[in-house]
């Protein structure tokens, strides 16, 4: 059995911040149903919230590790 990688989040802190990017993205999913031609700020709330709720996992709690310190990880676990 391989050990975790070091920057896993236990159970508790994964649904806490999986429950907190899925509001974000169903509001932003809800904030549709107001859009209309006469009213740009549904359309500004939906590209807000669409985009936090990608960029929050992706690009603020993603592993930032590049390939090469993850082979020296590897490297120093053997």
């Not at 896993?8 to 899925?22: K, P, R």
């Not at 500004?44 to 990608?54: D, E, G, N, S």
């Not at 709690?61 to 082979?71: H, K, N, Q, Y």
Request: with cysteine.
């Amino acid at each position: 059995m391989s050990r975790p990688i070091g920057k896993e989040n236990n159970t508790v802190q994964s649904l806490v911040l999986f429950i907190i990017c899925f509001a974000l993205f169903a509001g932003a999913v809800y904030s549709l149903s107001f859009l209309s031609l006469e009213n740009t700020w549904p359309a500004a709330v939906t590209l807000v919230l669409f985009a936090l709720a990608f960029a929050i996992p992706q690009h603020v709690l993603g592993r930032s590790d590049t390939l090469a310190e993850l082979e020296r990880a590897k490297q120093d676990a053997k």
